[in-house]
C-alpha cells in the first residue's frame, strides 16, 4: 500500500478491474505524460515525441527498401532515380521530428495539418521549404495517392484523434506503400489502422502495409529511457530534498499535481472517472482536507 507509481497510460488498453485493484493498494499513481515543467510544458512528451518522430521514418524507410515485404525503393533516391515520396499528417513535435529526418534522407516531404501556426512553425525550424496544406481530403487523396510513406502524427483534439484518412483513401494508395500511425496511441488517423506489437508489428490491408505499434519510442528502449531519466531524476532527487517527502512535493509542485491520477484509493482524474464510471475526487481537496 502506498507506493508511488510513476509511468505512462495507455487508455485504451486500460481495464476499470485493473484501475480498481490499484485504487484498493492505495497506489500514488502519477501519468508520465502528463508532467509539466515549471515553464508548463510536457518535457517527457515532447521527448518521446521527438523519438517517435525520427523512429517513424527509420521504420518507414526498413519496410520501404524491403524487396519482400514492400517496393524496394531507397528513401532518399540517388542521382537519375527520384526519392521517395513521403506524406506527414500533423505539424506538431512529431511531425517535425518526422519532416527533419525524412528531409535528411533526402525524401520528397509534403505536411498536412489544420492549424497554420504549426505549419509555418514548422517550415520556420526545419529551415527549408516544404510542401505544406491544410487537411482538405481532396488534396490530401492526391497527396496518398503518389506517396510511398504516410505517416499519421494528429494529436487528440478534445478527447479523440480526428480520423482524416479514410478507407477509400488508402484504397487509392500505391501496392506495398507504407501507413505508420503514431496516432494509434489514441484511436488512430486512419480508419483502416488496427493495434499492432513489436512482435508482430505489420499487416496488409489493401495491399497497403501497416505499421501501428503504440509507444514507437519503446523501439529504442536505451533511448527512449535516458531521455526520461534525464527529466524524472531530478525531480526524484527533490523528494528526499523536501520536508514531507513526496505528499508536499505533489502539493507545491503544480507540474506534479495535474499528472496525479489516483492518490491513496481516491481517483483524481475527470478523464478516466467519465470514462469508467469511478467516483472523482479533486486532489486539491484531498490536501486542503489533510485527507
Known sequence: DGQIVISPIH?????????????????IGIAIGNIKDDAGYYP?????????????????????????????ILMGGIAGVPPA????????????????????????????????????????????????????????????????????????????????????????????????DISIDNGGCFETSSLTTHQDPVYRMHDVIHYCVPNIASGVSKTASTAISNILMPLLLSVSETTGGTDHLIQHKPGLLSATYMYKGKLTSKALSRKFSLKFTDLNLIFSANI
Open 85 to 180: 515520396n513521403v506524406v506527414i499528417i500533423g505539424a506538431g513535435m512529431v511531425g517535425e521530428y518526422a519532416c527533419r529526418t525524412a528531409l535528411g534522407c533526402g525524401a520528397q516531404v509534403k505536411v498536412f495539418d489544420n492549424s497554420i501556426y504549426k505549419l509555418m512553425r514548422l517550415q520556420r525550424t526545419v529551415g527549408q521549404s516544404v510542401y505544406t496544406s491544410v487537411i482538405n481530403p481532396d488534396e490530401l487523396t492526391l497527396a496518398l495517392k503518389d506517396a510511398d510513406v504516410a505517416i499519421g502524427a494528429l494529436k487528440m483534439q478534445k478527447g479523440v484523434i480526428p480520423m482524416v484518412v479514410t478507407e477509400n483513401m488508402v484504397k487509392s494508395m500505391r501496392p506495398g506503400s507504407i501507413v505508420i
Open 11 to 27: 487508455i485504451p488498453s486500460l481495464s476499470k478491474e485493473h484501475l480498481q485493484k490499484c485504487l484498493e493498494k492505495k497506489i
Open 44 to 72: 517527457i512528451v515532447r521527448s518521446m515525441s521527438q523519438i517517435a518522430g525520427v523512429q517513424s521514418i527509420h521504420i518507414a524507410s526498413r519496410y520501404l527498401g524491403n524487396n519482400d515485404q514492400g517496393n524496394g
